[in-house]
Every structure is written in C-alpha cells, then in structure tokens.
C-alpha cells in the first residue's frame, strides 16, 4: 500500500460545481497537511495548510482533515476555469523528518464555462 | 524580486554529458529541496539540504550529485546524464522543518 493515495481523475466539472478533491494515507504520524495547485508548465503553489484534523476555510476552499480515518479532502465552491489546474496532497510529520514532504500522484481537475 | 528560481527552464543535452541546474532563493530559508516530476510517480524527491554544506539523500539520488556551500544555492549536478533522467526537476525550500514548502517553476530537461 503506498502512502499516500490520491485519485489521478481526470475530475471535468461545469462552472459553478462544488469540487470535492481527496486523498487517504497509511502513515498515521503524519501532522501536517497540504494542498498544492501546479499550473501546467509551472511549480506546485501552496493552496492550505492545516495541522492535525479539522477544518480550514479561505475563499472558496475548505480543507478538512480526518486524522481518525487518514483522509483529508479540499472543496473548492463555485469553481471557475481558473481552477483548472493539478491538485496535489501533501502531508508531513512524525519523529525528526517535519520537513519531509509525502505527495499524492496529483488530481487533475477541468472547470468547464 | 523575492522568491525561488530555477535555471535553465529548459535544457536538452546528449547522454553522458554532465549537466547542472540551479536553484536560487532569497528568503535565506534554511531547508532546500530537489524534486523530480514524472508521470505515473508524481513528485521524488531526490537531495535535501538543512543547511549550508549539509545535504542528504532522499527518494532517488543514484546519478545526482549536489552541494551547497553558500545558504541561498542549491545546485544539482547529473555528472553522466542518462535517458531515464529526463524529466521536470523542482526546486524547494522552507524556512523551518515543519512549515510548507515553496516551489520553484522548474526546468525542463530532455537527454537525447
């Protein structure tokens, strides 16, 4: 089992959809959790970060962390074509390797007009 | 401006030349970070670097070489490039061990 599972899509919605993006773990000393937005031909951008479980709120986007199930997920609400873009999940934690970042493979997401 | 950058952007070589890329950041952020992208593996990570003229491995380091002698540089080395090295390499850093990590926009390399 890898550690960090993430559902490649392709994920094409219309405009105006909630998007409901994921990601499940194995490791449970992760702490620290991320989503990363890669433009294509451009670097991941850091979208949240949230520490341990719960929820976190900016814009459009909501990030929630269920440490009990290992699953966190990322809403984007009333998607534009702007958030057309690969998603990536992120976590850290555990003993002396915080700086170690574990990826998911990447959610690619279409936002159709 | 402030922030990371990678260079080249793009860069095809022939296999077995050496061929190095650089990562340069100016937020004097102590962690440092070399990642390759690929299809069907999503990000590797392969050298790491806590601090100046302290680096370690990571995921995939066989053919790699990096170094870091001053905080703000980073570069990677493929001293006899191969085919199977070529892909889209990231650059990262973050100021403390448990704080997200900011990306570079990458170079893109092909080794014909």
């Known amino acids: 089992q890898k550690e960090v599972e993430q559902d490649p899509g392709p994920l094409s919605v219309p405009e105006g959809a909630i998007v409901s993006l994921n990601c499940t773990y194995s490791n449970s000393a992760f702490q620290y959790f991320m989503w990363y937005r890669q433009y294509s031909r451009k670097g991941p951008e850091l979208l949240m970060y949230?520490?341990?479980?719960g929820n976190k709120e900016d814009g459009r986007f909501t990030a929630q962390v269920d440490k009990s199930s290992k699953y966190i997920s990322l809403f984007i609400r009333d998607s534009q074509p702007s958030d057309s873009a690969t998603y990536l999940c992120?976590?850290?934690?555990?003993?002396?390797?915080?700086?170690?970042?574990?990826f998911g493979k990447g959610t690619l997401l279409t936002v159709n007009p | 401006d402030a922030g990371i950058t990678q260079s080249p952007r793009y860069k095809i070589t022939e296999t077995g030349r050496q061929v190095t890329l650089m990562c340069h950041q100016t937020w004097s952020h102590s962690y440092m970070f070399w990642y390759r992208q690929d299809l069907g593996h999503g990000l590797r990570l392969i050298y790491y670097?806590?601090?100046?003229?302290?680096?370690d491995k990571g995921e995939v380091p066989d053919g790699y070489v990096v170094s870091r002698s001053k905080t703000e540089n980073f570069p990677l080395t493929l001293e006899s490039a191969t085919r199977s090295q070529t892909s889209v390499y990231f650059c990262?850093?973050?100021?403390?061990?448990?704080?997200?990590?900011?990306f570079g926009d990458g170079t893109r390399l092909s080794i014909l």
């Open positions: 670097s806590a601090a100046a003229d302290i680096t």
């Open positions: 992120a976590m850290s934690g555990g003993g002396g390797s915080n700086y170690k970042l574990t």
């Open positions: 990262a850093s973050t100021g403390f061990g448990n704080q997200p990590q900011h």
């Open positions: 949230t520490y341990s479980s």
